[in-house]
């Protein structure tokens, strides 16, 4: 999952779901004008989260293609070579 991937998934929601969307930015606009020590505290938690879960999905991702090129070239990835 690339970045321009998640910024289409997004843009396409916006799109999609426009009062959401409004809602949303509203709020979010709310709380940087009321509380903007509290609105930088939850946007940077948001990034680490964000960033927490795309390092999760790119590893795993690079892992399941390694474990299907072993399955294809024979090699069982969870045994030893039985004799």
Same mark, same amino acid.
Do not use: C, Q, W
């Given at each position: 999952? @690339?970045? +321009?991937?998640?910024?289409? +998934? /997004?843009? @396409? %929601?916006?799109? $999609?779901? !426009?009062?959401?969307?409004? /809602? ?5 606009? %709310?709380?940087?004008?009321? *509380? !903007?020590? =509290? =609105?930088?505290?939850? =946007? ?8 927490? %879960?795309?390092?999760? /999905? $790119?590893?795993? +991702? *690079?892992?399941? @293609? #390694? *474990? #299907?090129?072993?399955?294809? *070239?024979?090699?069982? !990835? ?6």
């Amino acid at each position: 999952m @690339s970045f +321009s991937e998640i910024s289409t +998934s /997004v843009l @396409s %929601f916006s799109k $999609d779901n !426009p009062v959401i969307a409004v /809602v949303a930015g509203v709020i979010l606009l %709310f709380l940087f004008f009321r *509380k !903007p020590k =509290f =609105f930088l505290g939850l =946007f940077f938690l948001a990034a680490v989260l964000a960033l927490v %879960f795309y390092f999760i /999905v $790119d590893v795993s +991702s *690079k892992g399941k @293609s #390694e *474990k #299907e090129g072993m399955i294809e *070239k024979g090699i069982n !990835p969870h045994m030893d070579d039985i004799r």
